[in-house]
């Protein structure tokens, strides 16, 4: 990339890196993990009177622990860009602009604007996935382990790449990102069905059906990312406990109790046919 910018006469954007680290979070500046003092790399990395050789491969492993900073720092900069004027009215050249740098800069992180809004959402659903695959090993009830997947869910929505993740047509990718996209979608809607089914099970969550309840559940915290925007007088972690709650009160088992509105003996009732529509669901 820089040998083709350079035969343009076009300054190496790698010169503009530093502008970009001023965009990245917090984990551009956590220093990067070396070896012990003592170890016997340090050893071989000073000459004969003691003084420090620099090591090729420590500065290798900066620069690409830069790289992936001041990648993100690009995509990061691309969702905020993309929630405050939309994908199709944003351009490379408003992202290098809001990072400060110059449109061949970007270029040398991703490849294209779709590439950038795959990235998005690939950013933004991998909490979710994360959550899920703890989720499994976690030793709890099922109705504990589900509420912690929402709370992550309701929290990636109300971030700034919920707008990519919910409002973005499969016509912006290309044919193989799209396919990915459904893949990723489709394994966090059964990753719920499941948390679902395991609960009706080990009762801690009252019977039901699991696939309408996992459309209803992912429904109402995908439109987090319609309404909520950022510096409003709610953060996202509160965003999550309102949602949580309202959840967690409607799956909690209802005991049966003397005085109980109608229609609830019939509910309970149906807990045999429902149980087995979660087994096939």
Known sequence: MSMILYSHGIQDPRLNDKLIVAMASRRARAPVQGKTRGSSSERAATNGGGERVPSPWRASRERQHDREVKREAVIRAAAHAFNRKGYHNTSLDD?????EVTKPTVYYYVTNKEQLLFECFVAGIEPIRAAIREAKNLEAAARERLTAVLRNYAKAMASEFGWCMVRMED????SEQSSHVKAMKSEIDQGIRKLIREGVQDGSIQPCDPKMTAFALAGSLNWIAHWYKENQSMTPDEIADAFITVFDNGLQPRASVAGEPPGAQRLAG????LRRRTARS
């Open 270 to 273: 149906n807990g045999a046919a």
């Open 95 to 99: 992202i290098a602009a809001a990072l």
């Open 171 to 174: 016509q912006d990718l290309a």
